[in-house]
């Protein structure tokens, strides 16, 4: 079964810079989440969308944004890095429209400021 | 604001033991909750899913069950193997805007042969 695919898998960046992250859902689902897992930590939700538009915020940066396409892909864009943005990024893909809204995860992304 | 705790923290147990997860949280208005495996530097893989409407969800030799009056869920795993070792995570869904997730604290297992 098709799962949800994240690219790239790590990224070294350095501070200052900027960093794209994607994620492809699961086909069919209709909703996607981003979320930060800091070393030793639980993950923490960024952000959320439904059919394209932003349905619910986390504790999401000012310096982050995300948007979801046509496609229904999704992109995290983070500008300004921080050494305290180094961490596993994760997108999950859902299908809120089957009532269940059961998460599925990606491998994630580990990134890495210098 | 939704706050998830889970108990204990971390739990070794040898092989063979069934054992029990705890995952308590403060607001009762959800819309699902869903317990997760993660291996070290791994993603989340979903375990069992339980609608708000339920009490329990059985998968294998996983059981979870769901109090939402007193804000509860437990993980039940029979006869535990050394590949269960992990860290066990439960994420709640709340019911307003109900897309916002809340991870618990996990439990970090260890099945000892």
């Known amino acids: 079964a098709a799962g949800v695919i994240q690219s790239p898998r790590h990224l070294i960046k350095e501070k200052r810079e900027t960093a794209t992250l994607k994620c492809y859902p699961i086909?069919?689902?209709?909703?996607v989440y981003w979320y930060q897992q800091g070393p030793g930590q639980d993950p923490q939700f960024l952000i959320s969308?439904?059919?394209?538009?932003?349905?619910d915020k986390g504790s999401i940066p000012d310096r982050f944004s995300a948007q979801q396409f046509s496609d229904y892909h999704s992109e995290l864009n983070m500008s300004s890095l921080e050494l305290g943005d180094s961490a596993l990024y994760f997108c999950?893909?859902?299908?809120?429209?089957?009532?269940?809204?059961?998460?599925?995860f990606g491998p994630g992304t580990r990134l890495t400021v210098l | 604001k939704q706050e998830v705790t889970q108990i204990p923290a971390a739990l070794s147990v040898p092989e063979g033991e069934n054992l029990v997860l705890n995952c308590s949280f403060t607001?009762?208005?959800?819309?699902?909750l869903q317990w997760f495996r993660q291996d070290p530097g791994k993603g989340l893989t979903s375990l069992l899913l339980?609608?708000?409407?339920?009490r329990e969800q059985t998968s294998g030799r996983l059981n979870a069950s769901l109090d939402k009056s007193s804000g509860r869920s437990t993980l039940y795993i029979a006869a535990s193997q050394p590949g269960d070792s992990a860290t066990y995570l439960c994420?709640?869904?709340?019911?307003?805007?109900?897309?916002?997730?809340?991870f618990g604290t996990g439990t970090k297992l260890q099945v000892i042969p």
């Open positions: 999950a893909s859902s299908g809120r429209s089957t009532g269940r809204n059961e998460q599925f």
């Open positions: 339980i609608q708000s409407s339920q």
């Open positions: 607001d009762s208005a959800i819309y699902n």
């Open positions: 969308f439904y059919e394209k538009m932003q349905s």
């Open positions: 994420a709640v869904m709340n019911s307003g805007g109900y897309q916002k997730v809340t």
């Open positions: 086909p069919r689902h209709d909703t």
